[in-house]
């Protein structure tokens, strides 16, 4: 990130910047300079703002679009130049691996055939990006809310779904959810 500058960017002078996972505010003095692209894993309009897999999942999703979208001024408002399939199960991680090898594809198909971008089409829905507290699966009444919660925060940089016992703190991952409504998971106990 400390490298992303208008200085440094001046002397690559790139044609086009494509920006994978990407979760901060890119200044228009790039984005008005370059041709910056980003990847959103929401089929936008639907989606806009934060935390996309996370809110997607809470709301039953099992699969989404990735959208490759200009950067402009506003959250995910820019044109799109294509959208690809993306299933949601598995962890976090797991999912991720797949948005990867499916965004190499998309910036292949971007540059191949020099797409264009189109304007948004659709109903906009926003999403708020979630905080270390919306871990919290204490209030959840599912075995299949815990399951999702654990298994959509089991990515690095992510608060992990957590329980608070006094004064311990047990952190989830790795979670199965087996038949007869059971999850198995690794838990991580330490004094908060």
């Not at 690559?12 to 979760?23: E, G, L, T, V």
């Not at 894993?41 to 809110?55: A, I, V, Y």
């Not at 999703?61 to 799109?80: F, P, Q, R």
Request: charged fraction near 30%.
């Amino acid at each position: 990130m400390e490298e992303f500058t208008p200085e440094n960017l001046k002397e690559i002078a790139p044609d086009k910047i494509f920006i994978p996972h990407w979760s901060y505010i890119i200044p228009g003095e790039i984005y008005k300079n370059y041709e910056c692209v980003v990847f959103h894993m929401t089929d936008l309009p639907f989606g806009r703002g934060g935390s996309p897999l996370q809110n997607l999942i809470t709301r039953g999703y099992i699969d989404t679009k990735i959208s490759a979208l200009k950067v402009a001024d506003g959250l995910d408002t820019g044109e799109i130049y294509l959208k690809k399939d993306l299933s949601l199960l598995g962890t976090a991680e797991e999912i991720f691996i797949r948005t990867s090898l499916i965004i190499s594809e998309m910036i292949k198909e971007i540059v191949d055939l020099d797409l264009k971008p189109v304007p948004q089409e659709g109903t906009v829905t926003e999403f708020k990006r979630r905080k270390k507290e919306d871990s919290d699966i204490s209030k959840l009444n599912e075995i299949t809310e815990i399951y999702d919660y654990i298994r959509m925060l089991d990515a690095e940089g992510f608060p992990k779904a957590y329980l608070d016992m006094g004064d311990f703190r047990l952190e989830f991952s790795r979670a199965s959810l087996k038949t007869g409504e059971n999850i198995i998971a690794d838990v991580r106990i330490f004094k908060k």
